[in-house]
């Protein structure tokens, strides 16, 4: 079922991002609210060698909002779920579940849910990630049948970079990674912008285009409770 109310959520995401909360509310019903759990890092790029003490910093931030009223979670980290894998992923939502109470949406797996649920067994995708991050988020998808045919980064340096990649920039570089026989288009992170591209993008290629924030909302609408 789908909920069409509002909804109020916790949001999980890094210090740095600046895109996912406004865009979050523009893809849930009307009145919804997000409550913001920022997870400290710094200047470089999330990697396996710090993930360990995200990961960790993410459970007691998490334990200390328990407390507050809203319907569901969203971890919106989206290179920590690729960087754990399937299993680490789903591992991370069962703890963060554990110390809040609540059901769990994560972006990454949201991610598979949302192709497989369109069907799509070949994709183009677009990310703003270093190699590392890349090659691991095309294994997630891989685990889940799903293939990338057409690929491409904006390969971000550091977090500074990636905060500053527009929706034009996004929509540009799509357009040029485009292929007819794809079965569809993932724009993967959640602090690349395109709540105000996806539908014009879809218009444009007569297939659907997914993006990070947009399947944690369908999913968040799908799976949370009043």
Do not use: H
């Amino acid at each position: 079922m789908t909920i069409k109310q509002p909804l109020k959520i916790m949001l999980i995401i890094p210090a740095n991002n600046t895109t996912m909360s406004s865009e979050l509310l523009a893809w849930l019903p009307a009145g919804s609210s997000c409550s913001l759990v920022r997870i400290p890092r710094g200047p470089g790029l999330l990697n396996k060698d710090t993930l360990p003490a995200y990961k960790e910093t993410t459970i007691e931030l998490c334990a200390q909002a328990a407390d507050a009223c809203y319907d569901a979670v969203a971890y919106g980290c989206t290179a920590a779920g690729f960087i754990l894998g399937p299993d680490g992923d789903a591992e991370m939502s069962m703890r963060i579940s554990q110390v809040t109470g609540k059901r769990v949406v994560t972006t990454a797996k949201s991610m598979v849910l949302a192709l497989q649920a369109i069907q799509a067994k070949s994709i183009a995708l677009l990310t703003p990630y270093q190699e590392d991050v890349n090659t691991r988020l095309k294994y997630f998808l891989g685990c889940a049948g799903i293939s990338v045919k057409y690929f491409d980064s904006f390969y971000a340096a550091n977090v500074t970079a990636l905060g500053q990649i527009t929706a034009t920039e996004v929509k540009l570089r799509a357009q040029k990674l485009w292929r007819p026989d794809a079965d569809a288009l993932f724009i993967a992170c959640s602090q690349l912008p395109t709540f105000e591209i996806n539908e014009l993008l879809s218009e444009e290629f007569s297939k659907p285009v997914l993006s990070s924030i947009q399947v944690t909302a369908k999913y968040l609408m799908q799976y949370s409770t009043n």
